[in-house]
């Protein structure tokens, strides 16, 4: 399921909470708690992961708590999947394609990005 925002970003897209409860279940947490987000740019979130991004392209960033576990990374044969309490995922405001995930265990101060918001 894709997001799509109508073209208001300021409001929460029908689909970011499917999409958000969808990569959670996908590490392994049936109900995510305290799911909040912002709208930021790239740029703002190379910050808080380290990668480079070519356009500071609109994204929401969401964030969750739960007892996370990344099945899907790739891990040195005979290494646990990483683990975490602390979900993120980085949504394109124009297309609603999930950019990427992370695990942590401290939340990130979402404040520091934008104005938080809280989906269901």
Do not use: C
Request: without cysteine; proline residues 8%; positive net charge.
């Amino acid at each position: 399921m894709s997001v799509n925002s109508g073209g208001d970003p300021s409001s929460a897209p029908a689909g970011l909470e499917d999409t958000a409860r969808r990569a959670a279940s996908m590490n392994g947490e049936p109900s995510p708690r305290n799911i909040e987000y912002v709208i930021t740019g790239r740029y703002a979130l190379s910050r808080t992961d380290g990668s480079r991004p070519a356009a500071d392209d609109p994204t929401y960033f969401v964030q969750m708590t739960g007892d996370f576990v990344n099945y899907y990374a790739r891990t040195p044969r005979g290494s646990k999947a990483p683990r975490g309490t602390v979900l993120t995922v980085m949504v394109d405001v124009a297309t609603g394609r999930m950019l990427g995930q992370s695990l942590g265990s401290a939340p990130h101060d979402l404040s520091r990005l934008g104005t938080v918001r809280t989906l269901p």
